[in-house]
C-alpha cells in the first residue's frame, strides 16, 4: 500500500492506478481503500506521514469510495475518511483531533496491539 500514498497525496486516486485489472468489481474496490486506509492510519500513528499528507491521501481516496464502491461505501475507510474530516472542521484542527479518532478505529481494529 505504501506505493500509492505519494500519489494519492499529490492527486484523487483513479481505478487504473489501483492496478486492479481491467473488470474492477465494487468489492475490490472496497478491500482496496480499507487496507489503503489501515496503511495511512498505520503510518500516521507512527509518524511515518504527516497528518497534513494522511489528510490528503485521505481525502484523495473519497471519488473511489463513493462512485466505485456500488452500493456502499467501505466501513473501515470511511471512518478513517471521517476522522480526518473532523481534524479539517474542527478546531484546534488537524492531528489533535484527528489522533484519537484513529487511536480509536486502530483499536478496534487490532492495529499497534
Known amino acids: 500500500m505504501d506505493s500509492f500514498i505519494p500519489t494519492a497525496i499529490a492527486r484523487p486516486l483513479q481505478l487504473p492506478d489501483l492496478n486492479l485489472g481491467d473488470t474492477v468489481s465494487p468489492q475490490e474496490v472496497r478491500a482496496f ?17 504527516t497528518w ?8 484523495h481516496i473519497f471519488e473511489l469510495m463513493v462512485q466505485h464502491c456500488g452500493d456502499r461505501v467501505p466501513d473501515y475507510a470511511w471512518e478513517v475518511y471521517l476522522a480526518f474530516d ?3 472542521c474542527t478546531a484546534p484542527g488537524g492531528d489533535a483531533i484527528t489522533r484519537p479518532f484513529i487511536e480509536e478505529i486502530a483499536h478496534k481494529c487490532g492495529i499497534g496491539d
Open 33 to 49: 481503500c480499507d487496507a489503503f486506509a489501515r496503511r495511512l492510519v498505520e503510518r500516521c500513528l507512527t509518524g511515518g506521514l
Open 52 to 59: 497534513a499528507d494522511a489528510d490528503l491521501a485521505a481525502n
Open 86 to 88: 473532523a481534524g479539517e
